[in-house]
């Protein structure tokens, strides 16, 4: 593989445990308003929440119908947004490997979602130390959101560098990775189902970042 000068970390699920961090807040959600915890099926939930993908409201709208909850789409939404963010927690493994990649690599973060949420991930997850501000792109700052290529090609371009020495690590296979293999980046799948195949255009498979601590010997 190409030597890699360069990479840009996905955050949800890739740095930060961001499903973990969405149940607990619903389980909190419905808790706090006296509805029936015990009954939520939390493969279904995940299932529509396809990892935070699908469309929010929609998402919302699916889980009020489905447990008969008195509130509204906006009001469910709004509360997610505002909350989800305070049950991030540092991960010392994630810590340790941006801890020793930066002093090698210079490290990038592109990630979907609005500003003001995912910037307060970092801090809670205790990672804004490793990026500084020009090294953070967030769609709703930079208007472009994955798969589009133009938030890979903006991240490009501020490096200065070919694609081919630039590894994007993410855990969205056709949201992180197909879009920088086809700009020519190296892409590294954070995926740990065993089951799983492989697609062809994956040049590594871990089952957690810290993982890279071994590849590139850091």
């Known amino acids: 593989m190409t030597h890699t000068q360069a990479i840009i970390f996905d955050l949800d699920n890739t740095l930060i445990n961001r499903n973990s961090a969405f149940q607990a807040c ?14 939520i099926d939390w ?8 990892e935070g993908h699908a469309d929010r409201l ?42 020793l990649l930066s002093s090698s690599f210079s ?34 700052a930079t208007g472009y959101s994955k798969p589009g290529l133009q938030g890979f090609e903006n991240v490009l371009n501020d490096l200065h560098l070919p694609a081919e020495k630039v590894m994007m690590v993410g855990d969205q296979l056709y949201i992180d990775l197909y879009p920088a293999k086809k700009l020519a980046m190296q892409v590294c799948w954070i995926h740990n189902q065993s089951h799983s195949s492989t697609p062809p255009f994956v040049d ?11 590849y590139f010997k850091v």
């Not at 493969?43 to 396809?50: A, G, K, N, T």
């Not at 592109?110 to 205790?126: D, F, P, V, Y």
């Not at 590594?204 to 071994?214: A, D, G, N, Q």
């Open 26 to 39: 619903i389980k909190d959600y419905f808790l706090a308003n006296d509805f029936d915890e015990s009954s």
């Open 43 to 50: 493969e279904e939930v995940m299932i529509h929440d396809q």
């Open 58 to 99: 929609a998402f919302c709208d699916w889980l009020i119908q489905t447990h008969h909850l008195n509130t509204t789409q906006e009001v469910l939404w709004q509360y997610i947004k505002s909350n989800i963010a305070s049950y991030i927690s540092p991960d010392p493994k994630i810590i340790e490997l941006l801890a």
């Open 107 to 140: 490290l990038k973060l592109l990630t979907n979602g609005g500003t003001k949420n995912q910037q307060q991930k970092l801090i809670n997850a205790e990672l804004k130390p490793f990026f500084r501000d020009t090294d953070i792109y967030i769609s709703e």
């Open 204 to 214: 590594l498979r871990v089952s957690h970042p810290i993982e890279l601590k071994e």
